[in-house]
């Protein structure tokens, strides 16, 4: 558990200075290094890990054990030690894959708002009906569920997947014929990397589904050797842009190891502000998108998380045992 990293507001300041960002004046930056250390105190005396994906505000990172993608958070959680109670940083729908894993631990999420609305476009009745319907069409159909849905949604699918790992999982199946939910991008860009049947639901991400080639166009015409990295719930006719279409995590691992240092990051913004503090010697041009509901996770609601051990995620066991067989399929597959 990260209890020692205790940092001054000055150092605090510092560090962000590499995001040019004026909102974190050295005022603010001193009541979040005072922050900072009250939850790293209260993460002590609670037996708290700190779970945060990469999508989260620079200031949440100071207090997290593990930063990831979804499939690195679902599988952390999964193989977790020695700690009572878990404070998911993320959204809803990851800290209920959290909490599948760990049904004796008390899973927290600091904000209840924190939703997606991938994860809203699919309820497991309109699943039900659906795959119902397409059995009688596909006698061979497995249901292929994006971890971006909720947990009862999990329970009716067949595997889940990430979009770390989503042609892998789908390869890995044994039928010709599989129906994807919610992403109908990341079903697009499954279908394009493999000879199988995607059936996609029609969902999206709102955040990745508003960039535009134009948008993608305009960057690459003012930088000359721009490298084009995209999220694969970005729209076909972006993906079709970019160099690379990778995970957030594996966005990271890519603009690590290339040979190339200026990068145009088509994803939520949160995580060029990861690659700006990790890689400073590169450059990163963001889409300047924010997830509304990633940024409802704040420093004082983390705080009071640990304070009043709110909010938890609960769920019943039938939707668990489900939710946690699809996951488990998915890590077996997809890993
Ligand atoms: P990753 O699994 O690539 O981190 O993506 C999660 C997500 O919500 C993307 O919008
Ligand atoms: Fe959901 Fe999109 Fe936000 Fe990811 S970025 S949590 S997919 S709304």
């Keep these: 558990m990260n209890t020692e990293a205790v940092i001054n507001g000055t150092e ?6 590499v995001l040019h960002n004026p909102g974190y004046s050295p005022e603010l930056c001193d009541q979040y290094a005072a922050m900072i250390g009250e939850i790293l105190q209260l993460k002590a005396e609670r037996a708290a890990v700190v779970l945060a994906h990469n999508y989260q505000r620079p200031e949440i990172f100071e207090v997290a054990d593990f930063i990831g993608d979804s499939f690195e958070l679902a599988r952390k959680a999964r193989d977790l ?7 998911f940083c993320g959204v809803h729908f990851m800290a209920e894959t959290a909490k599948v894993f760990n049904p004796e631990r008390m899973v927290l999420l600091p904000d209840m708002r924190a939703g997606c609305s991938l994860a809203d476009s699919v309820t497991a009745e309109a699943l039900a009906e659906r795959s119902e319907e397409l059995r009688r069409l596909y006698p061979d159909l497995k249901v292929v569920s994006y971890v971006n849905c909720t947990a009862d949604v999990k329970a009716l699918s067949d595997a889940c997947c990430t979009s770390a790992n989503a042609t892998k999982v789908i390869n890995r199946l044994d039928s010709d014929n599989i129906l994807f939910v919610p992403d109908q991008n990341l079903a697009n860009y499954v279908q394009s990397q493999t000879s199988k049947n995607v ?4 969902g999206n991400c709102y955040v990745h589904h508003q960039i535009t080639p134009a948008e993608v166009e305009r960057a690459k015409a003012g930088i000359p050797g721009l490298v084009v990295i995209a999220h694969p719930e970005c ?5 079709a842009m970019a160099d690379a279409v990778l995970s957030t995590s594996a966005m990271m691992q890519y603009a690590r190891e290339s040979s190339a240092d200026k990068f145009l990051i088509v994803t939520e913004c949160g995580l ?8 400073p010697q590169k450059h990163f041009y963001k889409a300047c998108k924010l997830c509304r509901y990633m940024k409802m996770i704040t420093l004082p609601g983390v705080r009071d998380a640990l304070v009043n051990l709110r909010y938890e995620i609960t769920m019943p066991d039938e939707v ?8 488990e399929r998915m890590i077996q597959l997809g890993s």
């Design 235 to 239: 729209r076909k006719d972006v993906i």
């Design 320 to 327: 668990r045992d489900g939710a946690r067989r699809a996951l």
């Design 81 to 87: 030690q020695g700690a009572d109670v878990i404070v």
């Design 199 to 202: 059936i996609s639901w029609d």
């Design 12 to 17: 605090l300041h510092r560090k962000l200075d």
């Design 272 to 279: 060029s502000d990861r690659l700006l503090m990790e890689i």
